[in-house]
């Protein structure tokens, strides 16, 4: 069992009460709360290694508690969205949001799309070229263990959620390489793209913001192929 527990946050007691049973069987500890005020209450005096977060509730909505959420914490999000609103699917990941699942999930779907991002949030993202801590691209070196992004010639720092640094370090570890969109999904979501999702694209434009790419000159699009990083890559160990 994981030290830390899972928050569910949903206005819909019967939802919270079903998502408890079934994480607990799977090993996990999970708390409940049934709006944004109880999330921080919970989060006052709780460390949580994932929240599952409801887009449409009473009060702050999910999208709004995403983005605060984002001020001051990496926690890994899952968003619950509704079966046909992508616009609220892509808003969630623009937020900064993990992942999105429909509210017709399966138990099954969901506990997987939680085991791959806490994987991938609890090891730290190394490069394959062994145990580089840092690593420099163009204008930009990342620490891979505090995900600290550092725009050299400026001296700025950015700090990079678990997405983010997930999207880019593979970007790293395939550097002038092209990666397909299913490339990328299986990488950090753990899945293939369904058709028409838009989800990639999102993350993709999220990090060229990072990266102040704002030509998709360093993370590029080739044509019906996929995306690259044009960069060279040195790794300091």
């Known amino acids: 069992m994981i030290d830390k527990p899972i928050l569910v946050v949903d206005d819909n007691e019967d939802l919270r009460s079903a998502l408890t049973d079934y994480l607990g069987k799977a ?49 890994p999000i899952i968003m619950l969205t509704a079966v046909t609103d992508e616009a609220d699917r892509v808003a969630g990941l623009e937020m900064g949001a993990d992942d999105y699942i429909t509210k017709s999930f399966s138990p099954r779907e969901l506990l997987a799309r ?24 163009q204008d930009w070196q990342l620490d891979t263990v505090t995900r600290r992004l550092v725009h050299i010639p400026r001296g700025e720092t950015k700090q990079l959620t678990g997405a983010d ?39 993709i434009s999220r990090l060229r913001h990072q990266l102040d790419d704002k030509d998709r000159s360093l993370i590029m699009t080739i044509r019906n192929k996929g995306y690259m990083l044009s960069a060279e890559v040195f790794y300091e160990h």
């Open 114 to 137: 939680i085991k791959t991002i806490l994987r991938r949030s609890q090891i730290p993202n190394k490069t394959n070229a062994g145990l580089a801590r840092k690593v420099r691209f």
């Open 27 to 75: 090993g996990f500890s999970v708390i409940g709360a049934e709006n944004g005020h109880a999330m921080w209450a919970v989060l006052s005096h709780q460390d949580v290694c994932l929240i599952i977060l409801d887009i449409m509730m009473p009060g702050d909505d999910g999208l709004t508690l995403c983005q605060q959420l984002r001020r001051t914490s990496d926690v």
């Open 165 to 203: 640094i997930s999207l880019l370090g593979l970007f790293i570890s395939h550097s002038q390489t092209i990666l397909t969109r299913d490339d990328i999904a299986r990488e950090i979501w753990g899945r293939d793209v369904e058709p028409l999702e838009r989800g990639i694209d999102v993350q």
